[in-house]
């Protein structure tokens, strides 16, 4: 008689486990569609000389003519 409720006490035990790891998979699944997903930010926007070719960051190049120097020596020529 004991081995009986201990066998029924272990399996509800089981059956209770197994219910709340499952609800816990199903809150997981939808909160996973009700959060947006954000973009990480790659840093600054990188501008390329056209005399040189060389890519600097748009805050450090130098604006003559309409477009984007590494430097003022180039941005002179």
Known sequence: MIR????????GALFYAALAYGRHMIR???HSFTQPTQQKS???KLTQCPYCQTFVPTSQAYQAKGRYYCSKEHANL
């Open 42 to 44: 790659l840093g600054e």
């Open 4 to 11: 009986l409720l201990l066998f029924f006490a272990i399996l």
């Open 28 to 30: 997981r699944w939808q």
